[in-house]
């Protein structure tokens, strides 16, 4: 499976580089680089606050830390990223990355490090994610073409999903080989390579007529952000679906274990066959997405996919047998669910990049960012209660069967107003 991924990451970068843009390669090599190092040093974070603790809700509290005040900030941050120049938010937010993740080496190595400077650290960290995360989504239609939208964000997905297998595989035999502190400086040094790369990028500038006059107070931006999308239903429905995505794949990470465990006595090894199943559904489908434009049709590409999600729900709630025939069922069915995740994915940041003024992007971004990362949770929460008292199968179907009329009458209701101002 890791060879295969290898594979796909060589190919990939050769595409990449004989038909993207500079300034986009400039992007996505940073990202590349960041991420790694970052889904390095939360691996890294995570087992050493078990490890010195022996606690997992204090790990637990780290890992909330580094997701909930940039689940917070993102109802706000939107307003910063559309008022002032994005080129030095991403750059400096990097920068800044880089320079916390440098002190907390730096205090680890003189054996100053505690939890309660770790949870500081995390939060000040989610801070700038809060920041930088729709920020890039944001920048994507000022350097690419729109016609290329689709591929760009097929492009960025695939790093995206990538880094976080690569890391979380590298991550480990890292740790093993070098230990906790090299895996902190290396990830310190990636956020300040990303940002060395994002210092090469050339964005334009907003169109003058784009802000007549004096600029109003932030609070006013952020109230002028909610009206933009609230009048827009086009937008509403979108976010919606931002929600249904995100929340799908947080039943799904409960699904897995539970299913893992109840076909076979070897749950943890089937999990992670799953999780590889999952991962290179993703990866496979940003390739060929990146290939194969669905340009002018990311609407039916993105409704299908929610519709098709539900089906696969339906469908496995059936899957029944001995372990030889049902891990293969659940494998090719998780497989296709990351399929369907990034194709849904990469539509609706597609859509909302050619649905919005750019003037508003980084606040439409932002509050998509927030809603998705509340959904996750939310779904582990909810999943996990209801898995106590009923059968995954069951679960399984019930869900299926909401999701499926649901993707019908979001379609419907989702028109495309191409005659709507923008302005």
């Not at 399929?339 to 859509?351: K, N, P, V, W």
Request: proline content about 3%.
């Amino acid at each position: 499976m890791v060879l295969i991924q290898l594979v796909l990451i060589l190919f990939y970068w050769g595409l990449m580089l004989k038909m993207i843009n500079r300034n986009f390669f400039y992007l996505l090599a940073g990202q590349f680089i960041s991420q790694i190092g970052d889904k390095f040093h939360m691996i890294a974070l995570s087992f050493w606050v078990l490890k010195t603790t022996g606690s997992p809700l204090k790990m637990g509290s780290v890992l909330a830390a580094s997701l909930i005040p940039c689940l917070i900030l993102g109802f706000f941050s939107g307003a910063f990223i559309d008022r002032y120049n994005r080129k030095f938010i991403i750059v400096g937010t990097d920068l800044l990355r880089g320079l916390i993740i440098a002190l907390f080496a730096v205090l680890f190595y003189f054996k100053m490090m505690n939890f309660y400077v770790i949870l500081t650290m995390q939060v000040l960290l989610s801070v700038n994610a809060a920041f930088f995360d729709p920020a890039i989504p944001s920048v994507i239609p000022q350097i690419v073409d729109e016609k290329d939208l689709t591929a760009a964000n097929s492009r960025h997905q695939f790093v995206k999903g990538f880094s976080t297998i690569a890391g979380a595989f590298l991550g480990g035999i890292f740790i093993s080989a070098f230990g906790y502190l090299w895996v902190f400086v290396v990830n310190a040094v990636s956020f300040i390579l990303s940002a060395c790369f994002e210092c090469f990028i050339q964005i334009p500038h907003m169109p003058k007529d784009a802000r007549k006059g004096e600029l109003p107070g932030i609070l006013e931006d952020m109230k002028q952000g909610y009206r933009y999308i609230l009048s827009r239903r086009v937008l509403v429905v979108l976010l919606f679906m931002v929600m249904i995505i995100h929340f799908f794949v947080g039943s799904m990470e409960v699904f897995m274990p539970v299913i893992a465990h109840t076909i076979s006595e070897d749950g943890a090894k089937n999990l992670g066959f799953f999780q590889a199943a999952f991962g290179l559904g993703t990866i496979i489908t940003a390739v060929v997405l990146s290939i194969k434009s669905i340009s002018e049709k990311e609407k039916s590409t993105l409704f299908g996919s929610v519709f098709l999600i539900g089906l696969l729900f339906v469908f496995a709630s059936f899957f029944n047998g001995n372990e030889t025939i049902m891990i293969p069922l659940f494998l090719a069915m998780i497989f296709l669910f990351g399929c369907c995740i990034i194709c849904a994915g990469i539509s609706f940041r597609t859509l909302l990049q050619k649905s919005i003024d750019n003037n508003f992007a980084g606040r439409v971004f932002a509050v998509a960012g927030s809603i998705g990362n509340a959904s996750i949770p939310g779904a582990m929460i909810m999943y996990g209660i209801l898995l106590e008292k009923y059968d995954f199968q069951g679960l399984l179907m019930v869900s299926g069967l909401v999701l499926m009329p649901l993707s019908i009458i979001s379609f419907m209701l989702y028109k495309e107003r191409k005659h709507e101002s923008l302005t």
